[in-house]
């Protein structure tokens, strides 16, 4: 149990538009999920907590208008890159909280996007 | 502010060996500590999670200890094989829910 599901695994796309990045728990109810981001040969940073059915909390210095973050159901969670730069180019990792002690943060299987 | 930290950056070892991974955080109070693996290009998969009322934790030939008091926890494989060549993280979770992750150990198995 307690999988997690990440769409796309890449994407590739043009400078200036947006793109959408889909994290789904698939056997449980997350209700809080987190967005990390991980630079070649670093470990992850998280970019902020996203809750059902409220506002993203996001860390320091990222930047909530350009990630935006909806976490509409309990099984869904999403990422919008809006504006993507090149600088956006990264891999982004999404993980789940099942709310169970003993279980721990599942993660996603992550996303590589470049834009170009 | 947690601080979370790997030792070594990375590693080498003949196939058959068993070896150790450390992972040392700054502040004990914490609420779990979890071990992930992550192949390149890929997401992370966990591998043991310790409560912080646990002293160890066990899955086939992996066995994971913590102890607070000294703000430490070690990833412990036995008999490697060249399929456990990976990036091994550490991470530490308190109150908030936040995962704060260690840098990781790159291990390489070598045949």
């Known amino acids: 149990g307690a999988v997690v599901s990440q769409h796309p695994s890449r994407v590739i796309c043009k400078s200036g538009t947006s793109v959408k990045i889909e994290c789904r728990s698939l056997d449980f109810q997350a209700t809080t999920m987190f967005w990390y981001r991980q630079f070649p040969k670093q470990s992850l940073m998280l970019m902020a907590t996203?809750?059902?059915?409220?506002?993203?909390?996001?860390e320091q210095g990222v930047e909530k208008d350009k990630f935006l973050i909806n976490h509409a159901s309990l099984t869904l969670s999403t990422l919008t890159v809006t504006s993507a730069h090149p600088e956006d180019s990264s891999f982004y990792i999404c993980s789940a909280d099942r709310g169970e002690a003993n279980y721990g943060y599942t993660f996603g299987s992550g996303t590589r996007l470049t834009v170009v | 502010k947690q601080e979370v930290t790997q030792i070594p950056a990375a590693l080498s070892v003949p196939e058959g060996e068993n070896l150790v991974l450390n992972c040392s955080f700054t502040?004990?109070?914490?609420?779990?500590l979890q071990w992930f693996r992550q192949d390149p290009g890929k997401g992370l998969t966990s591998l043991l999670l310790i409560q912080s009322s646990q002293r160890e934790q066990t899955s086939g030939r992996l066995n994971a200890s913590l102890d607070k008091s000294s703000g430490r926890s070690t990833l412990y494989i036995a008999a490697s094989q060249p399929g456990d060549s990976a990036t091994y993280l550490c991470?530490?979770?308190?109150?908030?829910?936040?995962?704060?992750f260690g840098q990781g150990t790159r291990l390489t198995i070598n045949p």
């Open positions: 502040d004990s109070a914490i609420y779990n």
């Open positions: 991470a530490a979770t308190k109150g908030a829910q936040k995962l704060v």
């Open positions: 996203s809750n059902e059915g409220s506002k993203a909390t996001y």
